[in-house]
């Protein structure tokens, strides 16, 4: 009696059900995190201490809006506290581990109790994301906001009380677009989902939930309104999120055979303006001679380009990205189809040495890709009978995803929208699927 009640107690109980994976996150990251500054860590305390003095970016003509406010605005405390950097950093370990809790309960709602434990241990030891939780990054807060967003929104489309109904539709606008302030594209699936829902629900205004897809794309972009007027003011652009947009494009439009759309962020205006200087700052292994192609490529354009700053640096990146595309239209597609393997197992990169370490992506990411392909006959065949829930969430990672892809991304960008993916597999398992690992037995032939 007493192991059955401890029994029932787990399975109710995710926090506890969870918690050695949080110790296991604390001590990867007290055992891997590093004191230099990576990628766009400094970015974030840049940003951070700018908030703190009362401020988001410097004025025109030097605007900068190389990321989104929502992650600077969760470490602004440590940093004006002058925390060490590591407490940032352990926060990735809560924030992973609360992933992994909403995501079990919102699955509970959909599944069996043991699937949604197999897909839970699934995330948890989703080694592919471990590696984002040591560094002041925002994927692993990214897919906590996207836990968060799953929970809420299959609460707004499924709770028969009014009251919770209206409760979570608030809530999955506000989650929405904060996630929306902390990764920049989400900016535009919420336009997307707006137009969407508006027009569907114009077309068929019996429907509710075409109407709650409406408020919460609507909520969502009120909760972004601050931000955009703010960005207004600096630029008089109306929906201008960020400045790195056209930085993202014009390597993404890359022209030569040898280069595949890689996106190199940290190539800074002192570092291609001067032939003296380095051209690459991020720590990454490039094949001999890649500094002398990159350099004899791309030396005219950033000439022609560190011209300008901002806003105009921006404009002058899109300019020749556009310039490219309408040029060269197969080489972009090409650019496109290699960025679909960045994203899920992180190559082909231009100039970078593969290592046999790279295997190692494979298993996680190949499982759930070839889940997804499984997954996609049954979802079409019975779309409508898909609870709504599900399908509004597919679209929002439908057009993530479908943004991702036309700029340069990494295998990271993929990860944070992998919760929908295994919420969407789960639930069509639990409805299509009957597995048996057992053998039948033969039947005796009868003499």
């Known amino acids: ?45 840049y940003f951070a201490n700018n ?23 969760i470490i602004s405390p440590f940093v004006a506290l002058q925390l060490p950097y590591l407490c940032i950093k352990l926060l990735n370990a809560l924030f992973y ?16 109790f043991r699937k949604a434990l197999f897909v839970c241990l699934f995330w948890s030891c ?19 906001l996207v836990t968060i967003l799953i929970f809420c929104a299959v609460n707004a489309f499924n709770s028969g009380d009014v009251r919770q109904t209206k409760k979570y539709v608030w809530k999955t606008g506000l989650v929405m677009g904060f996630l929306a302030l902390t990764k920049l594209i989400f900016g535009y699936v919420i336009l997307t989902m707006l137009i969407g829902s508006a027009i569907l629900w114009l077309l068929k205004r019996s429907a509710h939930n075409y109407r709650k ?20 003011s600096l630029t008089g652009r109306f929906f201008y999120w960020g400045t790195l947009a056209g930085n993202n494009m014009y390597w993404m439009s890359s022209l030569p ?24 700052r991020i720590k990454r ?17 950033f000439n022609e380009t560190y011209q300008y700053d901002g806003v105009e640096l921006d404009d002058a990146f899109k300019r020749i990205a556009y310039r490219n595309i309408r040029s060269h239209p197969l080489k972009y597609l090409e650019n496109c189809v290699c960025n679909v393997g960045r994203m899920l197992f992180g190559a082909p990169n231009s100039y970078m040495i593969q290592k046999p370490g790279d295997l190692v992506r494979l298993p996680p990411n190949g499982i759930i890709t070839v889940l997804s392909l499984f997954c996609l006959f049954p979802t079409l ?7 709504y829930s599900i399908r509004y969430m597919l679209f929002v990672a439908a057009i993530y995803l479908g943004g991702s892809v036309t700029g340069s991304a990494e295998i990271r960008m993929f990860g944070i929208i992998v919760p929908v993916l295994l919420l969407w597999i789960a639930y069509i398992i639990q409805r299509s699927a009957r597995i048996n690992l057992a053998f039948y037995e033969k039947q005796k032939s009868q003499i």
Not at 106 to 111: A, H, P, T
Not at 381 to 386: E, L, Q, V
């Open 51 to 73: 908030l703190l003095k009362g401020f988001y970016s410097p004025p025109s003509p030097h605007v900068n809006l190389a990321i989104g406010p929502g992650y600077p605005i």
């Open 381 to 387: 065949r019975n779309w409508r009978k898909i609870d």
């Open 213 to 232: 897809g409406l408020l919460i794309a609507a909520i969502a972009l009120g909760t972004t309104l601050p931000y955009l007027v703010y960005t207004y």
């Open 285 to 301: 292994i490039f094949v001999p001679g890649a500094e002398d192609s990159l350099r004899l490529h791309h030396q005219a354009d």
């Open 257 to 280: 055979a040898n280069e595949y759309g890689t996106w190199y962020p940290d190539v800074a205006k002192d570092t291609l303006a001067q032939k003296n200087n380095p051209l690459i």
């Open 97 to 112: 581990y609360l992933s992994t809790i909403f995501l079990f309960r919102s699955l509970r709602l959909m599944v069996s």
């Open 1 to 45: 009696m007493l192991s059955t009640t401890k029994a029932t107690k787990l399975k109710h109980n995710p926090f506890l059900l969870f918690s050695p994976f949080l110790l296991l996150y604390i001590i990867l990251i007290l055992k891997f995190s590093v004191n230099d500054f990576v990628g766009d860590e400094i970015r974030h305390i």
């Open 126 to 144: 989703n080694y592919v994301m471990f590696n984002n939780m040591y560094y002041m990054l925002t994927e692993t807060f990214t897919v906590l």
